[in-house]
């Protein structure tokens, strides 16, 4: 293998040795499969380009084009043109990804699973790392510099993973980039001849000098870069954090032990609910037996989503205690409500590990072991230093709540505090959110018919449709999108509820957690990834926190929000017409918590109908736009130019030299032509040589025929009388010889060095040259206000291409 062929190949093992720091932030590991056939690829590119086209920035052009087009053919095919060519619509998915990819490494706690978008960033990064190590130790010959990025991505591997990256993660990362240093080390001495020491009796050809000298100039530069390397890598995964709420983010904080308070500030517990919903194989999360008699509303809730920045909704910071033996009273709730209380055993999956406890709501009392703490106003439980729900059982007694419409419809205004905390909105909340709440909700004179007109028109007759596969998103933004758009799934329709409740003076927030689940033939019920689910929680002084159902095809609809259950303060004209509902109830929940695409939930245990149509909707626009399609073309015409650049630069230079005149000046341009032309079919130039002897090279090596031999010699001797001749005779005919040197070595090489000579000419090279020395003369005027010399700049525009050994 050749010295750039063998650092090719390590350059991109080093990048994968060092890539394998985040094996522990992810799982599964297919994606570093992806991620090293894709840098293959990339590498293998930058390998053939360098034997085109020696041009350092044209290989990293092409490297660069290559690994943009995979990744597009890899991420977004449905959205390039041709599968391949990334387009407008392929660049906006790309930023979709990239977004969902942020936002889930900010939602999952190590090891994440390896959803599309942290796909994206793992494999991206990955490529991008193995570029600059390959342009660096490659391209340029630098090997040692190229242990930065590496460090780089070592070490933001290291800094995520919980306890820094282990001792043989290092290794594998230090041996791969020491790999690397001895290629380079071992190319530098192919190239140069074996150094040898000045004293002693050491072995010659090893990388340091014999008898205790100094060492190679690029080996003592990797030893400072190692030792640098090495310290902050030691140092940088002791000082970032480890992160447990998420793969990036700020943890779940607790109070330490005892009975004090403390306070918890959660990232987004809103673990993933669309990669639930999404799964292939659905696995159960928990399981429990319950005292209930009815198990519709028995929804588990983990927490509640209280603050709404604009930006997300998520938990606020609040005080933690000691979970006491019974919970105090839930929030607003009178004992003219009734309730009962009912006894439910939970037991979960020795997989599954959330912070949050799933709790029915309101609990009064959790017999749990571990380190739990209790947070009174979420009314939830959360665990402390490490302690989540993998495995463990536990009793919980609460009650069941069962108003009726004619209680909330009369219940009195909340108390300011209340109603000034959970009614804030942002600034940046679009007019549209509360305009379509005032428009739903017209005729309606209680906030329990609002919130009624509001569910109703989200899950019956505002023609949403419900899909788990949209982009989730809980911004402001998000929520215009989604009202304007109508589909999405749980996230977007209790955000979009809780959001346009506030805006009209409900006290409003989101519970997360789970639907009932199904009952199994043992008589406990199972609760699975495709129960996981949210919901908006409103508040009525009297009743306290609320559930409403606005999802279509999801969970149950409360038995006080259907009709005919008490509300008479609306006219019956006012209410949109919707499909009618059973005002009786099964005894026992559906087996099939969820309805099929396109259909409904009527109420609670009913079957599932048929969605109706929104009204005045029209055929989907299939116009195009023809500005993508021309910035498409515009695109691939530039890079058409940029790779037939070579090929026509060539032409122009051949058809200046051959029609210069009979002069002293044409005969050097014939001559320059002649070895230009040698070059192309692979006749290195070789300064060190006359004339008549590189004439003689060319016609040995391309295996010229006579008459293209004599050519060949002819323009040799032109040279030779117009360089030393005291007075050069003018030779005619130059240019008819180089051609005809041209056609003899075009006819005895094969048909690929033809194709190679034609479209991809290495005297090319002179360009990429002529165009260095134009700019370091551009910055020497720039820099010292005088121009470089004339000589110099001939010099570097005539320079020939380096002897191969």
């Known amino acids: 293998m050749s010295g750039p062929g063998r650092l090719t190949l390590c350059a991109a093992v080093a990048t994968l040795c060092a890539a394998g720091a985040l094996l522990p932030l992810v799982q599964p590991f297919d994606w570093l499969v992806e991620a090293t056939i894709l840098l293959a690829i990339v590498s293998g590119v930058g390998a053939l380009t360098r034997r085109v086209a020696p041009a350092r920035p044209l290989t990293i052009g092409a490297q660069a084009l290559v690994g943009v087009l995979l990744l597009t053919l890899l991420f977004a095919p449905g959205q390039a043109v041709l599968g391949l060519l990334p387009g407008p619509d392929a660049v906006a998915e790309f930023g979709r990804l990239v977004q969902d990819g942020v936002r889930d490494a900010g939602r999952y706690a190590t090891p994440a699973p390896v959803t599309p978008g942290i796909r994206l960033l793992l494999v991206a990064g990955v490529l991008l790392i193995g570029l600059v190590v390959d342009a660096l130790a490659v391209s340029y010959r630098s090997a040692a510099p190229a242990g930065l990025p590496l460090l780089a991505l070592y070490s933001v591997a290291a800094g995520l993973s919980q306890g820094g990256a282990g001792w043989l993660l290092f290794l594998v990362a230090a041996a791969g980039y020491l790999l690397l240093l001895l290629a380079e080390g071992r190319d530098r001495l192919s190239r140069w001849g074996r150094v040898f020491g000045g004293t002693g009796t050491g072995r010659p050809g090893g990388f340091g000098a014999a008898g205790g000298g100094p060492a190679l100039a690029p080996v003592r530069t990797g030893r400072r870069i190692g030792a640098l390397a090495l310290g902050i890598a030691l140092v940088v995964p002791a000082a970032l954090p480890s992160l447990g709420g998420g793969l990036i983010g700020a943890p779940a904080g607790g109070s330490g032990p005892g009975g004090g308070g403390g306070t918890i500030s959660a990232v987004n517990p809103l673990v993933s609910l669309q990669n639930s919903l999404n799964q292939p194989e659905d696995k159960e999360v928990l399981n429990y037996r319950t005292t209930a008699s009815d198990t519709r509303d028995m929804y588990l809730r983990i927490v509640a989503l209280d603050q709404f920045d604009g930006t997300a909704w998520k938990p606020s910071e609040r005080t933690v205690t000691d979970v006491p033996d019974r ?52 009314r939830t439980l959360v665990g402390d230093r490490g302690q989540t729900t993998r495995g463990v059982q536990y009793q919980v007694e609460s009650l069941q709540v069962r108003p009726t419409a004619k209680q909330l419809a009369a219940a009195p205004p909340p108390p300011a505090r209340l109603t000034r905390e959970y009614t804030k909105v942002p600034d940046s909340l679009p007019p549209v959110v509360h305009e379509t709440a005032r428009t739903v909700t017209r005729g309606a004179r209680t906030p329990y018919d609002k919130a009624v007109k509001l569910q109703d028109w989200f899950a019956l007759s505002g023609g949403f449709t419900y899909n788990p596969h949209v982009s989730a998103g809980s911004g402001s933004e998000a929520i215009a999108r989604f009202l304007e758009e109508k589909e999405g799934f749980c996230v977007h329709f209790s955000f979009s509820m809780a959001a346009m409740a506030r805006t009209l003076g409900i006290p409003s927030r989101v519970a997360v957690g789970f639907t009932p689940g199904t009952p199994q033939s043992d008589g406990t019920t199972s609760v699975s990834l495709k129960d996981a689910h949210a919901w908006p929680e409103l508040y009525f002084q009297g009743i306290g926190w609320t559930r409403f159902e606005p999802t279509p095809s999801r969970g149950s609809t409360p038995d006080y929000t259907l009709p005919g259950q008490g509300s008479t303060t609306v006219d019956p004209g006012d209410r949109e017409p919707a499909p009618s509902q059973s005002a009786t109830a099964p005894d026992a929940p559906s087996t099939a918590p969820s309805c099929a695409p396109g259909e409904r939930r009527r109420g609670p245990g009913a079957a599932c109908a048929a969605t109706p149509s929104q009204a005045g909707e029209g055929p989907p626009d299939d116009g195009r736009s023809l500005w993508p399609v021309l910035g498409i073309g515009l695109v691939g015409l530039l890079v058409l130019l940029l790779l037939a650049v070579p090929l026509l630069w060539r032409i122009r230079m051949r058809s ?150």
């Open 327 to 378: 919970l105090p009273d839930p929030p607003g709730l009178s004992g003219q409500v009734a309730a009962t209380s009912i006894n439910t055993s939970v037991s979960t999956a020795a997989w599954y590990a959330q912070n949050w406890l799933p709790l029915p709501y309101p609990a009064s009392k959790v017999d749990i072991t571990g380190r739990w703490r209790f947070e009174p106003t979420g």
């Open 656 to 805: 200046r030299r051959l029609t210069g005149g009979d002069g002293a000046a044409g005969t050097l341009d014939a001559w320059r032509e002649l070895l230009d032309t040698g070059w192309d079919f692979g006749i290195l130039p070789d300064d060190s040589l006359t004339p008549r002897k590189a004439a003689a090279r060319i016609v040995r090596i391309g295996e010229l025929p006579p008459d293209a031999a004599d050519a060949a010699h002819r323009v040799a001797a032109a040279v030779e009388q117009t360089l030393y001749a005291p007075q050069p005779r003018p030779a005619a005919g130059l240019a008819a010889d180089v051609r005809h040197v041209h056609a003899g070595l075009r006819a005895a090489a094969g048909r690929a060095l033809r194709l190679r000579a034609r479209l991809a000419p290495r005297s090319a090279a002179r360009l990429a040259r002529s165009c260095s020395a134009r700019w370091s003369d551009l910055v020497l005027r720039c820099t010292t206000g005088g121009p470089a010399t004339a000589a110099r700049r001939a010099a570097a525009a005539l320079r020939p291409g380096r002897q191969r050994a």
